[in-house]
């Protein structure tokens, strides 16, 4: 057993075996936690599953069905599979922007504003141009970060959470002043020309919410993989993360390749908050950081900052988020508790590295312990 | 004028004694941004603490608090020896690390404090509700013109941390512990060679770098916020962050610049007042502080030395 | 009584992979200087670093005046009267003299009659006192990092006579000196023995220990060859037994073909970001056939030459031509396309990126070009085809070809990759930076080849060492640099190595 394991974690596919090892650890650090509760873990689970649409629920309102959850669950994962395809841009640069909930508020609140409120546009301009908007917007603030790091030796997990705050304050007395519902103190709703997921598609009989988002989403993710797989552009970022001084060395300019990393990370997080915010919520609460931009860290972390891992991760920790709300009403367990499952994963993620580590120095002795007994024999 | 002196106080000095704690950290050679997430833990420990005493001790006992600051420093402590492993033992890159504890924190404490709520009053709320600390004004020191403000209407806490800081600079600059520590910093191996004890070192100066975040932690719950809730996670962690660097890792110095951003805060507040804007324009003045790091960060990042083997992991057995 | 106040019985210690040391057994005398002698990666740091508790062995025993020890840290050897100066000083920065010397076994005095305080001035006057007792001069409120080489090593050595140690394990102690400071050194070591110390010297320049030690033990590859007499043995007979074959001392070296001018550095100055001037008004040729080797101190600005001419420092005033462009302004790429090559000081940190596969590595200075890429998009094919090439033709050993993780490779052959990588770029200016550092002899060998073969090929070769023998036999012109100015440039020849030495300490000509 013991050895099986090490062997998993420690060959070609090791990433991907120290994720599963972090996903089943997660899973029995939660069913503890929720047999300490006095709760069922495994109901627990169905209806996390069932909440998400892959599982049926005993029953459904008038016109919603399995259906209808399951494409509230992409409309939820769209922009999480953004957010964290953001993060890993910057992350295999080297550079940790935490900052992507921010980002995502300042590009959903700029298309809202501009594009969002604008009742003449039709939906053939608008919904290109809220996505323009996110991706422009982004890329700026990303590339201010980027700017910031290489110029003045800013840390970006410093800059990017100080930004966070400020565009909260700032969208937040915008919002608070000019364009408040005075119903929910959020803000007014955007017209359906602008939002990015068509309401009240019927399919198979059921009202579904369909995400624009979710195609782009995936097709980025491929484009993101390509980029570091097999393009010359990719190569430099990477060796910039993995040493920028190497980097420097053979004719890489680092300063320039941290500024564009970050200016595509910020692209992506503002793609990904037109997605939740013109999308998924339609509204903007202010003064409010999605958790969302946190969650894609450990989306990344958990994917082993591929992006392909990303998707199949994004889909793990989307259950857990989107089913919170109907696991709840169901075994009566507070909602915040996928933040935390999600914040275990993270954490069990994190220590990936070590268990490869501690799988690979156990191969060793037992090479070496084989060696010596051989040694002696002779 | 004097309230901005006030408000100033008790704004920078919990934002300082955060601030030395991650100065403790990273002069161990451990990068520490998990401050944030070490204040919140604090400071849920302590309300669940005070939280479960009011009944026994009755609401608007004093003593409460000081258990609650306790309480405070050991749960945050505590929570920091995740940091410490997955950094000294796991050699797991610190800065990922800082942000993980940081997330996983928020996390906790939201779930745990519904859950506690529920299973204390039924209500799956989640706040804490503490009340303010009560206030004392120096006699005499209060009645100074300008700057008068700085001894009037003082939390208790200021007084405690300020003890605590001058304590822990002592033990920075003055003891074998201090000396070991700082060299850690530096260079790892000179300590292992002169027979100190690294890894046992660096855990210590975590543990402390976690206890005084959760004591900074715990002053906003009973001061700005007046309870525990989700709001106490304001990036004020990263403030204290922001003015270690400044600071230059050096506690004097740290403490002015921890000063200047109370100011900062209080008298953005206090101008918007004076100007008799509508209260929405708060929101605007609350942008202050960090818009001033981000200036002063600009200003003055180059210029700094951060300890030479920070964010290094050390292992004997390396060769 | 024991015969031996040290005894180590049957050493064996692994690491994984490797067995660093392999039933190794020594016995030292009271008073004498011991020396151990062995090729890089031969075990000698390791069975030295047990005798002082950096590590446990395995197995076997450890006796001290004839009684069994086992120790489990450094402090452990300390009581036992051992200390030991490693090859790295082991020296906080920005800590002075006296603070570096009793850091762990700080004097503490009671400020108020209750607080524990540590009493540096106490401290300082210790030192001063051991200082002037011993010879050896510091001054103990100096930061460390104002101090020469040679300094930080009398800081070392007080640190163990601070700690009363007997026994002094130096490890390789003359590998960063000028001649005359290994004199100075050596006689200091002498000084110790007559004051009955018992000292232990890791090295592997044989001179070294034919001038000051009583026995030598021989390792290879984590096992004990032989124990000698040093009066006994001759150089060549311990040079044979260190490596396992006949040494051939002297490398074949062809009369230098000086052609045009390659390389023209004039009146450079390089400012570090404290605005403090490392390179100071440097001015100097090197032409196609001429190996120009610039020596001096570590960190008297040789490496910011190089990193000035390659373009990863900036340069603040003077100029740089090559072939007579000039390329001052030009990006680190932009003067390796017009024809540098450079292998620098650093394989770990700037000279490969060890995460990248060994095929990734090879192509470092290609990638970019068609057919490794068309239109940013990358050429796999290629990048193997390349890398199978050039681990053929350098004969670079690695567990999976190609696709080995350059980090799991052993340092010869990573520093062969990287000499092969800039080879193979047939560049005009060729610079090497410490070529040698942390090679075993034959690979030692084999570089020397290389850069001789590239030179008679051609090539201008600027070559920057801090190894003073490596420069007396290679290069054909010398300069020599002290606190960022070259304090004299001649050929090579004309000076002896100790006349390079007095330059290297700042002496000045007349």
Redesign the interface.
Known sequence: MKKFLAQRLDGRYSAFWASVLAIILTLITASLLLLVMGKDPVVAFQSFLQGCGFLPKANYGGGSGMLSDLFDFLNYLAPLLLASLAFIAGFKTGLFNIGISGQMLFSGFLATVFIGYNKSMSAAIAKPLVILIGLASGCLLGALIGFLKYRFNIHEVVSTIMINYIISYLTGFFINNNYVDMMTRTSRICTAAARLTWTNVKIGGVNCKVPLGIVIAVLIAFVVQFLFDKTSFGFELKAVGLNSRCAKYFGVNVGKSVVLSMAISGALAGLAGVCYYLGYTNTIIPKTLAGMGYDSISVALLGSASPIGAILASVIVSIFQQGANYMSSRVGVAKEIASLITGIMLLYAACGNYMRIVAHSYLQKELDKTSSREGKER | MEKVFTDGLSFGIPLLIMAVGAIYSEKSGVTNLAVEGFQGVGAFVGSLIAILLIPVMGNGNQWIIYIALAAAAVGAGIYACLHALLCIKFHADQVISGVVINILAVALTSFFTSAANTAINGTASNKFILGVSNRFTVPGLSKIPWIGGLFTNMYPFEIIIIVLVIFFWYLMNKTRYGMRLRACGENPQAVDAAGGDVKKTRWIAVMISGALSGIGGMCFAYSLLANFSPSIYQGYGYLAIAAMIFGNWNIGSTALVCLIFGFAKSGGYQLCIAMGLPSNYSDLFLMLPYVLTMLLLIFFSKKNHPPKAVGQPWDKGKR | MSEYIVEMRHITK????IVANDDVSISIRKGEVYALLGENGAGKS?LMSMLFG??EPDSGEILINGKPVVFH???DA?AQSIG?V?Q?F??????TVA??IV????P?KK?FGF????DMKKANNEIAELSRKFGLEVNPTDLISDLQVSVRQRVEIL?MLYRKAEILIFDEPTAVLTPQEIDFLLDIIDGLRKDGKTIILITHKIMEIKRIADRCAILRRGKLIDVRNVADTSVQEMADLMVGHTVNFNQQKNKANFREEILTVDHLTVKNENNFEVVKDVSFKVHGGEIFAVTGVSGNGQTEIADAI?G?LKIASGTVKLEGKDITEA???ER?LSGIS?I?E?RH????????TLR?NLS??E??KEP??RN???NPDQFQKYSEELIERYDIRSGQGPATIVRSMSGGNQQKAIIGREIEEKSKLIIFVQPTRGLDIGAIENVHKQILQERDNGAAILLISLELDEIMALSDTIGIIYRGELLKITPAGELTSHEVGRYMMGVKDA
């Open positions: 692994r690491f994984p992979g390791t950096m590590y840290s450094s402090n300390t030991m490693h790295h082991k020296l906080v920065d920005t800590y603070e570096n850091l762990g076994i700080e503490l400020k607080l524990p305080w540590v640190k390659t990863m990006s680190v790429r390796a450079y620098p650093d940190g700037v000279g490969m990126v060890l995460d990248f990734d470092l200075r990638y970019f490794f890429s940013g998009i990358l």
